[in-house]
């Protein structure tokens, strides 16, 4: 997937240090999900015809409950390592929670090394997850809506080291912008894994709760040890999802609170 970055001067950049206006919905670009794409991505919360999809069904319910009562927006989705399926866990979920027609949902990836996201909706905005976390773009333009409900954030450019960007206070800030202006009842992050880099440390403060996918027969034991313990320090661990899973259907998505 080729990004697509406009010749002109972003119109936003003298605009973003004083807008304080809420997001528009309309004006995100609309993206409709290709069926056929969404069951080779393993997006069974889509046509929920799979059994798993009532898993992650129970998890929304669960991680809706906690989010209301703590009053959490902000929610980061990482792994020990690499091929746990935490990209494809966090959309599923995303979808899963805009099936409430009441909830608008964001779902970004800030996966920056091995972006998955616009991979799995097969699209990408014009503007990339670099040019946003710059403030480059208003974020309506880098943002794409599934649905009425669902806004997505995610380009298929790979950042070698994105750990600077990611840091800086100028990503704090438009995530916080984010956070404010879009509107949302929950924002899902797709972050990096815990363990194969810092890029993921430096952005678990800016998230309320976070969710840790672990590969079944894939992560050792060792290093969910040690990625627990990193995200109970940083932020609060809301639970554990054993992906992965070859026993039944039922278990496919083990949440655990």
Request: glycine share 8%; charged share 25%; net charge negative.
């Given at each position: 997937m080729d990004t697509k970055i406009p010749d002109s001067e972003p119109r936003s950049v003298k605009i973003l240090s004083v807008c304080t206006d809420p997001i528009s919905w309309a004006a995100m670009t609309p993206l409709t999900a290709d069926p056929?794409?969404?069951?080779?991505?393993?997006?069974?919360?889509?046509?929920?015809?799979?059994p798993a999809s009532q898993a992650f069904d129970i998890m929304r319910t669960k991680l809706l409950k906690d989010a209301r009562k703590e009053h959490w927006r902000t929610i980061g989705i990482t792994a020990p390592t690499a091929g746990c399926g935490k990209a494809t866990v966090a959309a599923n979920l995303a979808v899963s929670l805009a099936r409430h027609d009441q909830l608008r949902v964001?779902?970004?990836?800030?996966?920056?090394?091995?972006?998955?996201?616009?991979?799995i909706f097969g699209r990408e905005g014009p503007y990339t997850t670099q040019q946003f976390l710059r403030g480059q773009c208003l974020m309506e333009d880098f943002l794409m809506r599934l649905g009425d409900n669902l806004a997505?954030?995610?380009?298929?450019?790979?950042?070698?080291?994105?750990?600077?960007?990611?840091?800086?206070?100028?990503?704090?800030?438009?995530?916080?912008?984010?956070?404010?202006?879009?509107?949302?009842?929950?924002?899902?992050?797709?972050?990096?894994?815990?363990?194969?880099?810092?890029?993921?440390?430096?952005?678990?403060?800016?998230m309320e709760t976070s969710l840790l996918v672990v590969g079944a027969e894939f992560s050792t034991i060792p290093d969910i040890d040690v990625s627990e313990r990193e995200l109970q320090t940083a932020t609060r661990l809301l639970g554990v999802v054993l992906n992965k899973c070859r026993y039944d259907a039922d278990q496919n998505s083990n949440f655990q609170a």
């Open positions: 056929k794409r969404m069951q080779r991505e393993r997006i069974v919360t889509f046509a929920r015809r799979h964001g779902l970004i990836d800030l996966d920056l090394r091995h972006p998955r996201i616009a991979q997505i954030g995610a380009s298929a450019d790979s950042v070698i080291c994105p750990s600077e960007l990611l840091h800086g206070p100028g990503a704090a800030h438009m995530l916080e912008r984010l956070r404010e202006e879009l509107g949302a009842d929950l924002i899902l992050y797709n972050l990096p894994p815990l363990l194969e880099s810092d890029d993921c440390l430096g952005l678990l403060p800016l």
